[in-house]
């Protein structure tokens, strides 16, 4: 299995309340339903006000390398993407449990 870790951090200005934020969240939260890889799936807002925080995170996991490029690929997750580009930037780990 390969869990597949993403944080995304609201660019400066951009507030969670925004409709393309709302937008973009809800287009990820819909993901785990769309893509027939997932085989865990979450994600959820921040709780945190550290300032060294990420605002938003997806946390999934795919059976194999393949499984993860296809979700990679999958154009619900390409759309989301581009969703995102506009108003955030993000970090991710890959790794195999």
Known sequence: MIRHLVLFKLNEGVTRDEPRVLAGAKAFEEIGRKVPEVEFWECAWNISDRPIAYDFAINLAV?????????????????????????ATWVIADYEF
């Open 63 to 87: 059976a194999d390398p393949d499984a993860l490029q296809r979700y990679a690929n999958h154009p619900d997750h390409q759309a989301a993407v581009v969703q995102w580009r506009e108003f």
